[in-house]
């Protein structure tokens, strides 16, 4: 349930720049979530998400999400993964 809301929330707030689930994404500087959940372990950007993303780039704006829709998104990044969790 958690990665489908989190599915959703990807599609509804970050699919105009990033791929969610294809290969390119729409704008060229937006890595596909793919290439996201595999660079970074999902679990650690649950503080980004929360206090708000700020990648120092005019074309990304700062989001702040709440606690659920956090580990919601979260999940759904986790999801995406191809490798093992870190332990």
């Known amino acids: 349930m ?4 989190g599915g959703a929330i990807a599609n509804t707030v970050c699919a105009e720049c990033h791929a969610i ?3 390119e994404s729409p704008h060229p ?6 290439v996201i959940a ?3 372990p999902p679990e650690a950007l649950a503080e980004a998400f929360a206090e708000g993303i ?7 704006p700062n989001f702040m999400f709440e606690p659920g829709e956090n580990a919601d998104l979260i ?4 999801s995406l ?3 093992e969790p870190r332990q």
């Not at 500087?29 to 793919?34: E, G, K, R």
């Not at 700020?54 to 990304?60: I, K, L, Q, S, Y």
């Not at 999940?75 to 986790?78: D, R």
């Open 54 to 60: 700020d990648v120092g780039h005019p074309d990304m």
């Open 38 to 40: 595999e660079r970074y």
């Open 21 to 23: 689930e294809a290969a």
């Open 29 to 34: 500087n937006a890595p596909p979530f793919q």
């Open 81 to 83: 993964r191809k490798t």
């Open 2 to 5: 958690a990665v489908s809301r």
């Open 75 to 78: 999940a759904f990044l986790q």
